[in-house]
């Protein structure tokens, strides 16, 4: 993925880009159980945002992060507490699963 994380901005992956990210990457959910339960995409990690500082652990960060919420906020939240632990190849889907839900309807909409 080789992004760097500009605050200003933020690093904001299409659909189509975050469906097409190497293995490499660590898909991160950030949402809660009910909404993973609900609808996720393949191969996420989920750690609710709420539990990210006590959770950080469990990524890697020497490899990309690419986050997702439902609409992108809570994910843009994740990235700045991300790049504040030292994650430096980091993004987010914009848009959250819901834009990606409407790129692949097989990935129900809430």
């Known amino acids: 993925?080789?992004?760097?994380?500009?605050?200003e901005q933020?690093?904001?992956l299409s659909p189509e880009t975050y469906r097409d990210l190497s293995e490499a990457v660590?898909?991160?959910?950030v949402r809660e159980r009910w909404e993973?339960?609900?609808a996720h995409l393949p191969g996420a990690i989920l750690?609710?945002?709420g539990e990210l500082a006590s959770r950080v652990?469990?990524?890697d960060p020497s490899r990309p992060v690419a986050a997702?919420?439902?609409?992108?906020?809570?994910?843009?939240h994740a990235l700045r507490f991300l790049h504040g632990a030292g994650f430096t190849d980091i993004a987010h889907l914009a848009?959250?699963?819901?834009?990606?839900s409407r790129m692949d309807p097989s990935v129900p909409r809430y």
């Open 57 to 59: 652990g469990e990524l």
């Open 68 to 76: 997702y919420c439902h609409h992108g906020s809570r994910s843009l």
């Open 47 to 49: 750690i609710p945002l």
């Open 26 to 29: 660590q898909r991160l959910d």
């Open 95 to 100: 848009g959250g699963i819901d834009a990606y």
């Open 36 to 38: 993973y339960d609900l």
């Open 1 to 7: 993925m080789e992004i760097i994380l500009v605050f």
């Open 10 to 12: 933020g690093i904001h």
